[in-house]
T-cell receptor, first 120, second 115 residues
Framework: DAGVIQSPRHEVTEMGQEVTLRCKPISGHNSLFWYRQTMMRGLELLIYFNNNVPIDDSGMPEDRFSAKMPNASFSTLKIQPSEPRDSAVYFC??????????????????FGPGTRLTVT | AQSVAQPEDQVNVAEGNPLTVKCTYS??????LFWYVQYPNRGLQFLLK??????LVKGSYGFEAEFNKSQTSFHLKKPSALVSDSALYFCAVPKSQDNTDKLIFGTGTRLQVFP
């Protein structure tokens, strides 16, 4: 298996532009997570899906951020409009478990290589 | 909500020496605890987990961690450090008391192993 695939690996955009980050989870995994990592705030969970359904989006910073998972093999994180403070590395991760079920959190998460977003 | 704390931002150790990366937890019941590692320009990778049973858990790359209930700690250890172990290490715990829900990660500890 190729692991979790993210694209693009690097994105540089101007303030106000729309940014779309893409993720392909590992086949057979039923949970997908979007994280953001910055020096100031560390690693933050933005949203996670289970069986393509958003379960917890409490980490999404504001309405400019949206995430979708139209099928089991694809997810997007969109920022519209983007701002310089959105600059960060965005990671997608997938796992076999459902964190909401007993034992579900024991399954390890497999992280993608990340997308480094720079908003100027 | 449950949480973990990593009291050291950075740990420096000479190659060949033992290393310890500290993690303490705050939970209401019996916790599940995890360690992940992030190598430069990479995503996080799972190292090991404690669910139940033996307090000493062995993981990838020769790492192990000891669950200590009386000290509420889950320190990561390795008997002999390698330069290639230099990375960012995260401790994590499920958010909810019944060990469900998303993982809450610590702030991370940067391990630097010097030749």
């Amino acid at each position: 298996d190729a692991g979790v695939i993210q694209s693009p690996r690097h994105e540089v955009t101007e303030m106000g532009q729309e940014v779309t980050l893409r993720c392909k989870p590992i086949s057979g995994h039923n949970s997908l997570f979007w994280y953001r990592q910055t020096m100031m705030r560390g690693l933050e969970l933005l949203i996670y899906f289970n069986n393509n359904v958003p379960i917890d989006d409490s980490g999404m910073p504001e309405d400019r951020f949206s995430a979708k998972m139209p099928n089991a093999s694809f997810s997007t994180l969109k920022i519209q409009p983007s701002e310089p403070r959105d600059s960060a590395v965005y990671f997608c991760a997938s796992s076999q478990g459902d964190p909401g079920l007993a034992g579900g959190s024991t399954y390890e998460q497999y992280f993608g290589p990340g997308t480094r977003l720079t908003v100027t | 909500a449950q949480s973990v704390a990593q009291p050291e931002d950075q740990v420096n150790v000479a190659e060949g020496n033992p290393l310890t990366v500290k993690c303490t937890y705050s939970v209401s019941g019996n916790p599940y605890l995890f360690w992940y590692v992030q190598y430069p320009n990479r995503g996080l990778q799972f190292l090991l987990k404690y669910i139940t049973g033996d307090n000493l858990v062995k993981g990838s790359y020769g790492f192990e961690a000891e669950f200590n209930k009386s000290q509420t700690s889950f320190h990561l250890k390795k008997p002999s450090a390698l330069v290639s172990d230099s990375a960012l290490y995260f401790c994590a715990v499920p958010k909810s008391q019944d060990n469900t829900d998303k993982l809450i990660f610590g702030t991370g500890t940067r391990l630097q192993v010097f030749p």
